[in-house]
């Protein structure tokens, strides 16, 4: 007589079990197998995230921090360390002068950035560009712009810190290859990322930090200054602040 099990195989609806895949060591840190996909979104849709290797967290750093720009705008395309790669249209590199004094930081890309591919092209880039510009100084010139992430996050929400991980050897490499006198932290993500600290962009600004030996300045991210109005006063005393500092140094700021 058969039994339940012998139908049910009849039948082709039995369990089928699969050995458990692991990562191929060979393939190039960060990018995993397209059929782990449903794996890793089931368990970061229910808030567990499978195990990283570390080794592979620092081949995948040490690989970034080597690359030229063109070889890191492509890799940056390419990525696929976090689940953003799956929401995004375009990755959002950076764009302006390679070989800036002041470089400007932000948090990550909105829609119209993910449209464009270029940060700070929405109404917050416009409001970057005017205090650009009472500085006498553009995009472009002397001027380097980026995001801690690459890629935009879904509706435009906070980034999550593996995410932040993810990216950050990107911007790492940038700064490396950049060499800026100057950094512009704007906002709570960047200055976290950059100084590794939670505290308050009120109690962040106003003096200057380091990032290794490069001075940095915190102020408001341009997006929450179209919010609050009485800030933008604040903001231009901490741009103020980054000139006098480039200043003292004898460094150009990209003023006649």
Known sequence: ????????????????????????????????????????????????????????????????????????????????????????????????????????????PGAEEDAQGEPFVGQAGKLLDAMLAALGMARGANVYIVNVLKCRPPANRTPEPQEIESCRPYLDRQIALIKPKLIIALGKS???????????????????????????????????????LPDKAKAWEDLLLARRTIQAAGRPDGLS
């Not at 990283?52 to 080597?66: C, D, F, L, P, T």
């Not at 690359?67 to 705008?73: M, T």
């Not at 960047?190 to 940095?216: D, F, Q, V």
């Open 1 to 108: 007589m058969a039994t339940r099990d012998d139908i049910l195989i009849e039948l082709g609806l039995a369990p089928v079990w699969h050995r458990r895949r692991t990562f191929d060591a060979t393939m190039p840190a960060g990018i995993a197998p397209a059929t782990a996909a449903p794996v890793i979104a089931r368990e970061r849709a229910t808030g567990v995230l499978p195990a990283r290797s570390e080794e592979n967290v620092e081949a995948r750093r040490a690989r970034i921090g080597a690359l030229e720009w063109d070889a890191l705008a492509a890799d940056i395309a390419a990525c696929t360390a976090c689940a953003l790669c799956r929401t995004r249209s375009r990755t959002v590199p950076g764009v302006g002068d390679v070989a800036a004094d002041w470089l400007f930081v932000g948090e990550a």
């Open 190 to 228: 960047a200055a976290t990322t950059l100084l590794g600290t939670e505290s308050s962009i009120a109690s962040l600004r106003g003096r200057i930090h380091r990032y290794g030996g490069t001075p940095l300045v915190v102020t408001y991210h341009p997006a929450y200054l179209l919010r609050s």
